[in-house]
């Protein structure tokens, strides 16, 4: 590759297809919870606006992360690491953290919540591109390579553990072990790691009551239908009923109170109802599109700092994608992940936005 930069206004087809993935997410977020909202709220239209509100903040989030220059993250690395760590260590001890099902995922702010885990994200893959462009071979040494990154992103990810958010945690580990992989870590090491996980993620599963019975129904749901199977019965039916073409926008049935969580976690479920197998491989198109946006950024990225985290960026939208949609299709046991830009939720859309701007940074200086 050359090493020029090529000056670049914009990359219209990854703001493009963001906007796309942002506007199906607004119509399928009112679709799954207009029955839900006026049931609970008074107001069809409660989540939509709320929504809606988060999508104008997102874009002002994209916006930042479009100016601010790619040297602050390098130069504030450890601020931004260490303060994200503070902040989920408020979120836990301060009494300001909102409980929902057992988890204390969210930091109350007043007219709004935060959830830091998903800042957490953005800051590990920020932290570890940080490591391997400044190591570069040296990643293929355990003890000045492999152990440090390891060991500092293990602190960030037991934080969001603490927190009881398997399903981030899931994505971060798995954004590591990607990064550390592609930048040139012997495979020995990596296979190791994973091997000496086994018994953490065991006793993780096994010592938190909900998480085993999720791992019991993803093996059968039909013995627990009742209970912890019924969300992924409820999801299967779903899917059944959207056929090929779907029943059509709105009209979807298990978002009548029958799937739990139809706007957020499952509302890949809903759109496999109403669009239909069409509808899902569209929207499997447009998140293939944009990781492989990421990628090619990445690719041509103007210095390695800029590759890896476009790299990351990439990577927690494309394991994430498969996370959340095998999950609800039954091929995974039941995390509690949200769907990028289209399941309800502001924390998650507006750092969604944020690295999305990020991403336009880079590829506007990309290299020839």
């Given amino acids: ?9 914009l990359d219209y087809s990854l703001l493009i297809v963001t906007i796309c993935l942002v506007a199906l997410g607004l119509t399928m977020v009112y679709s799954s919870s207009a029955i839900l909202a006026k049931d609970k709220f008074g107001s069809a239209n409660h989540y939509l ?3 809606i509100i988060y999508a104008v903040m997102g874009a002002g989030a994209l916006i930042l992360g479009r100016k601010i220059p790619i040297e602050f993250y390098n130069r504030a690395i450890y601020f931004i690491f260490f303060g994200t760590i ?16 057992g988890a204390t995922r969210w ?15 953005l800051a590990l893959v920020m932290f570890i591109a940080y490591a391997l462009a400044k190591k570069k071979e040296k990643v293929r040494q355990f003890m000045m390579g492999f152990l440090p990154v390891m060991m500092m992103s293990g602190v960030l990810i037991a934080f969001v553990l603490a927190g009881r958010d398997l399903g981030n945690a899931t994505v971060m580990s798995a954004v590591v072990f990607a990064m550390l992989f592609i930048a040139g ?5 990596l296979v190791s790691a994973i091997l000496l996980s086994f018994p953490l993620l065991y006793m993780l599963i096994i010592s938190v009551d909900y998480r085993r019975r ?16 019924f969300q992924i019965i409820q999801s299967y039916v779903a899917f059944h009923a959207g056929g090929l073409f779907g029943q059509g926008l709105g009209e979807g049935k298990q978002k009548l109170f029958y799937l739990p969580a139809a706007h957020t976690d499952f509302i890949f479920s809903v759109i496999g109802e109403e669009l239909g197998l069409i509808g899902v491989f569209v929207v499997f198109g447009l998140f293939m599109f944009l ?45 509690g992940l949200t769907l990028p830009f289209i399941s309800y939720g502001g924390s998650s859309l507006i750092m969604s936005l944020f690295s999305v701007g990020i991403l336009l940074n880079i590829s506007s200086r990309m290299k020839t």
């Fill in 1 to 9: 590759m050359s090493s020029s930069v090529e000056n670049r206004h």
């Fill in 49 to 51: 606006m709320r929504e």
């Fill in 86 to 101: 503070f902040i989920l260590l408020v979120t836990l001890v301060s009494g300001l953290g909102i409980s929902a099902g």
């Fill in 107 to 121: 930091l109350n702010l007043g007219i709004l919540s935060f959830q830091p885990s998903e800042m957490a994200k």
């Fill in 185 to 189: 870590t012997r495979l020995t090491y």
């Fill in 214 to 229: 999720r791992i019991l129904s993803f093996l059968n749901p039909w013995d627990y239908q009742t209970e912890a199977g």
């Fill in 291 to 335: 990781v492989y946006r990421a990628l090619t950024i990445a690719w041509r990225a103007s210095d390695n700092f800029s590759y890896y985290l476009a790299l990351g960026i990439g990577l927690i939208f494309g394991i994430q994608v498969i996370i959340n949609t095998g999950v609800v299709m039954g091929l995974l046991p039941t995390k």
